[in-house]
């Protein structure tokens, strides 16, 4: 028999009625209301997931960070100290070499003496004697004096020498530590390179989250121990010591950067030395680096093309080449925020030489160092 159900138009209207058919049916208000607030837990449960697997991601990629940001501050240390060494090397070279030519020059106005100024004074000594038993007196004390002079000379000469050569050894020895100091300022770069890789791969994980993953706890815990760590290495980069030496510029490379520099108004010739110093060490290590940077200012060939300058004047532009890549480089710190000389344009331009902070550091205490030592020799 079929049900038949009458609503009676009563006070209270359909909805009691309703709530009569649904009773008499078995069904229940609160059905719908479960399975919205399932619906709601899956989705919740679902971006803590989500947030727990970024969180894992980012953790991983975080310690990679920490690891590498390390490394790349200890190596500039290293290199910083490197900087330092072959600049005191240059220097004791330098000073020993001028000592041995001027010990040199003495040396010869004393022989000349001896046998000019010294041969006439002996003739006159002797030739005035009263007799020929003081007159060989004369003679042989006169001998005697010139040989000590004569000895003395030659000592200071040989001195000289061995100091020379002892610094020429020293300067051997620093040409085979640029090659490892290459390899400090290839770890450097690495280390740096993998660190920022590290963050930018954490920062784009926490980047992806929706809104409700985003503000899981785990999500903000890790982007918390992120920034933590962002801010232990940029701590670590204020605590170094920044005291960078001035290696020795080869003349070559010095007139280059002296006369690059006015090309880019408010710019000193210090700036582009130091950055060819912690480049190339004045083109000691031309590369190809790891990341394909070629040259003595270490451009990646796209970047030279996009900039390039003949420096020479002779009619073609090639990043190996000294005159063209100081040029560029000096036009490419111009348009990268350096002209006008300021702090912030300066630090701006060498960020967007070399996107690392240690960089930026690394070539401003050389520029410093570059500027006192021109100081002390002007």
């Not at 709530?19 to 078995?26: E, N, Q």
């Not at 610094?167 to 400090?184: F, G, N, P, Q, Y």
């Not at 933590?228 to 605590?239: D, F």
Request: glycine share 8%.
């Amino acid at each position: 028999m079929a049900l038949v159900v009458v609503l009676l138009a009563v006070p209270g209207g359909a909805a009691p009625a309703a709530a009569r058919v649904r009773a008499a049916t078995g069904a229940s208000d609160e059905a719908p209301a479960a399975a919205k607030v399932e619906r709601l837990d899956a989705k919740a449960r679902a971006a803590r997931a989500r947030a727990e697997a970024a969180a894992r991601q980012v953790d991983t990629l975080t310690a990679r960070y920490e690891e590498r940001s390390r490394a790349a501050a200890d190596a500039a240390d290293r290199l910083a100290a490197a900087f330092t060494v072959s600049a005191g090397v240059d220097r004791v070279r330098d000073a020993d070499a001028v000592h041995l030519r001027s010990t040199q020059v003495a040396h010869a106005a004393r022989i000349r003496a001896l046998y000019t100024d010294g041969g006439a004074a002996l003739a006159v000594t002797v030739l005035g004697a009263p007799d020929l038993d003081e007159a060989m007196w004369r003679l042989s004390t006169l001998d005697r004096i010139e040989g000590d002079l004569a000895r003395r000379s030659a000592l200071d000469l040989s001195t000289a020498g061995a100091r020379a050569a002892r610094s020429a050894a020293a300067a051997r020895v620093a040409a085979e530590a640029d090659d490892r100091l290459a390899v400090a300022l290839r770890a450097v770069q690495d280390d740096a390179s993998a660190a920022e890789e590290a963050l930018g791969r954490a920062r784009t994980a926490l980047d992806r989250l929706d809104a409700e993953a985003r503000g899981a706890e785990a999500a903000k815990a890790a982007a918390a121990r992120l920034a933590a760590a962002q801010e232990a290495a940029r701590l670590r980069r204020l605590a170094a010591s920044g005291a960078t030496g001035a290696l020795g510029i080869p003349l070559e490379f010095e007139r280059l950067y002296r006369a690059a520099a006015p090309s880019c108004p408010g710019v000193d010739w210090t700036l582009l030395a130091a950055v060819g110093q912690v480049e190339s060490g004045h083109g000691r290590n031309n590369g190809p680096s790891s990341a394909g940077a070629i040259g003595p200012m270490q451009f990646m060939p796209a970047t030279f093309a996009s900039y390039a300058v003949d420096g020479d004047h002779d009619g073609d532009v090639d990043a190996w080449d000294p005159a063209d890549a100081v040029w560029t480089a000096a036009r490419y710190l111009c348009a990268s925020g350096a002209e006008g000389g300021s702090d912030d344009g300066v630090r701006d331009a060498l960020f967007a030489y070399n996107h690392a902070q240690w960089y930026v550091d690394l070539v401003l205490g050389a520029r410093q160092a570059i500027a006192d030592r021109a100081s002390a020799t002007a």
